[in-house]
């Protein structure tokens, strides 16, 4: 095994090594950035509004239960009917 080949070869990798000049000063640090498109920040108020906002609508859980209290809250079985197997075509695909 030639030894002296492996030699040869570290010392020209070594001489083509960029070096650094002399009496200049790395004083600047580079840093990351990230910039969010104006869209994206539209998105992220909107998402953080829907996820402020309540899954319950109050309102109409509350006018729904005063009217099945008071007896005027009825359901025509045939649009009952009609929505349940829409939706369940619709989750069949």
């Known amino acids: 095994m030639r030894i002296d080949a492996y030699n040869q ?18 004083t600047a640090v ?3 950035q990230v910039e969010i498109s104006r869209s994206g920040k539209d998105y992220q108020i909107a998402k953080q509004a829907v996820a402020a906002a309540p899954d319950i609508r109050e309102d109409r859980v ?11 809250y009825d359901v025509d079985t045939g649009d009952f009917a009609k929505k349940l197997l829409a939706s369940y075509y619709a989750a069949q695909g």
Do not use: F, H, M, V
């Open 9 to 26: 070869i570290g010392t020209l990798y070594n001489a083509t090594k960029p070096s650094k000049a002399k009496g200049i000063k790395e």
């Open 30 to 32: 580079a840093r990351d």
């Open 62 to 72: 509350a006018e729904l239960k005063s009217s099945i209290k008071s007896g005027k």
